[in-house]
C-alpha cells in the first residue's frame, strides 16, 4: 500500500482519518485516503487482460453450444430418443447461462461513477449465483427424471443416441477448454465452466448408456447414470450459490485476517497512529476492498 503524505494541523492532536484499499480482479489498485487535509492517491492501473479473452471464448462458447442443441434436438426427434431431446433442453439452458455471463462480462466494463462507484462487477456474481440457481434447477429435473424411468423404463434407440453424444461430448469437451484457457479466476467464467463440465459429464453419460444398452438391452442404465450426473451437479451448484451469496452479503474473505491487516496498517504507513473499524469485504471474485477510520499524526 502507498504511503499518504503526512498531515499537518494547528494542534497537536491525533485527527481522524480513512483508509481504503481496493484490490480488483487479479490486479493490485492501491488507495490511501487521509481525510481532514490533503488527500493523498496511488493508483497501479491494470487493464483486466482476460476481459477481451474471456469475450470471445463466451462467444464461440455459445454458438457452439447452439448448433449441438440444434443437431441434439432434432436427432432426439427423429430416433424417438427423450435422452437427446432432453439433453437438448439442457444444452439450451447453458447457452442461456452463457448468454448470461457474456451480458455480465459487458456491463462490467462499465466505468465506475457517482451511481455505481464500484462500477458494475457486481453483476458478475448475479450471474454466478443465476447460473448456480439453474444447475440447482437442472439437478432436481434430471433426478426427477430418472426416478420416472426407473419405474417406467424407456425403450431407446442406442446406436444413434451413442453417434449424437459422442458430437456432442466433443463439443461440450472443446468449450470446456476454451473456458479454461479464458481464466478461471472470477466467478462468472468458472460457473459458466462448471456448466459447461456438466453438459460433458451429461454427455459421457449418454454415451456409456447408449453403448452399454446397446449391448446389453438393460433400460436402467440411463435413469442410473443419470442419478449420478445428478448428484455432482448439484455438489457444483451447491459451491457457486453459497460463494455468490457469501460475496452478495459483504461477508470477510476467508483468506483475510483482519489482525494481520491492522497491523501491516500501523507497519507501513508510519502516519497512522490506531485503527478502528476495521472492515474488508469483496465486491467480486478477487476484487477485495478495506474501509477503516484511522488516527494520524
Not at 52 to 58: D, E, N, T, W, Y
Request: hydrophobic share 50%; glycine share 6%; charged share 15%.
Amino acid at each position: 500500500m502507498s504511503h499518504p503524505p503526512t498531515i499537518s494541523h494547528p494542534q497537536d492532536e491525533p485527527r481522524a482519518s480513512c483508509a481504503h484499499e481496493h484490490r480488483p480482479l487479479q490486479h493490485a489498485h492501491g488507495h490511501a485516503h487521509a481525510h481532514e487535509g490533503t488527500g493523498g492517491h496511488a493508483h497501479h492501473h491494470h487493464v483486466d487482460l482476460h476481459r477481451p479473452r474471456q469475450r470471445r471464448a463466451f462467444f464461440v462458447c455459445i454458438v457452439l453450444t447452439l448448433v449441438m442443441m440444434v443437431v441434439e434436438f432434432a436427432a432426439g426427434v427423429a430416433t424417438g430418443s427423450l435422452m437427446l431431446i432432453s439433453d437438448a433442453v439442457h444444452m439450451l439452458s447453458h447457452a442461456a447461462a452463457l448468454g448470461i455471463s457474456f451480458l455480465a462480462l459487458l456491463l462490467a466494463q462499465r466505468k465506475a461513477g457517482q451511481a455505481f462507484p464500484y462500477g458494475l462487477y457486481r453483476v458478475e456474481i448475479l450471474a454466478a449465483l443465476a447460473n448456480g440457481l439453474t444447475l440447482a434447477a437442472f439437478t432436481i429435473w434430471i433426478a426427477y427424471e430418472s426416478v420416472q424411468r426407473i419405474l417406467t423404463p424407456v425403450a431407446v434407440s442406442a446406436g444413434e443416441v451413442t453417434i449424437v453424444a459422442l458430437v456432442g461430448l466433443a463439443v461440450n469437451v472443446t468449450t470446456a477448454l476454451i473456458l479454461s484457457r479464458a481464466g478461471l479466476e472470477d466467478l462468472n467464467t468458472k460457473s459458466a465452466f462448471l456448466h459447461m463440465i456438466g453438459d460433458t459429464l451429461s454427455s459421457v453419460a449418454i454415451v456409456a448408456g447408449g453403448v452399454l444398452i446397446y449391448f446389453t438391452g438393460w433400460r436402467l442404465v440411463d435413469p442410473i447414470l443419470s442419478v449420478v450426473v445428478a448428484f455432482v451437479i448439484g455438489r457444483w451448484s451447491w459451491g457457486l450459490l453459497r460463494d455468490s451469496t457469501l460475496i452478495l452479503m459483504e461477508r470477510k474473505p476467508a483468506h483475510v485476517d483482519l489482525g494481520e491487516v491492522e497491523e501491516k496498517l500501523l507497519a507501513e504507513i508510519p502516519e497512522v497512529r490506531a485503527v478502528h473499524d476495521l472492515h474488508v469485504w469483496e465486491i467480486t471474485s478477487q476484487f477485495v476492498c478495506l474501509s477503516a477510520p484511522v488516527i494520524v499524526d
